[in-house]
Nanobody, 123 residues
């Protein structure tokens, strides 16, 4: 069973930064992608960013985070990261990492999920 675990969430003021990490109990292979999603209370789960694990590491960002968030991965430690800068109150949500095999922005295409980490941005 693949287990993913996010860390790094917390409370930050608007304009601040946080870096989220996602560790996995199972190795990521080149065929895998890691996605980051977020869900605010009463809202649908929203795509944030994804990265292909293989060489080249194709990346896609959601429109609401482009230019502010950066996704990356460390193959050696099997860990993914989401560097968030210029945070806004509307970024407040629970952030999830997920593993899939399709290069896709839909949550339905991801098979394994972490429990999530809360990010709260105060104004």
């Amino acid at each position: 069973q693949v287990q993913l675990e996010e860390s790094g969430g917390g409370l930050v003021q608007a304009g601040g930064s946080l870096r989220l990490s996602c560790g996995s109990s199972s190795r990521f292979y080149s065929s895998h992608v890691m996605g980051w999603f977020r869900q605010a209370p009463g809202k649908e789960r929203e795509f944030v960013a994804l990265i292909r694990w293989g060489t080249g590491g194709s990346i896609t960002y959601g429109d609401s985070v482009k230019g502010r968030f950066t996704i990356s991965r460390d193959k050696a430690s099997n860990t993914g990261y989401l560097q968030m800068s210029g945070l806004k109150p509307e970024d407040t949500a629970v952030y999830f990492c997920a593993r899939g095999t399709q290069y896709a922005t839909s949550a339905r295409d991801y098979n394994y999920w972490g429990q999530g980490t809360q990010v709260t941005v105060s104004s």
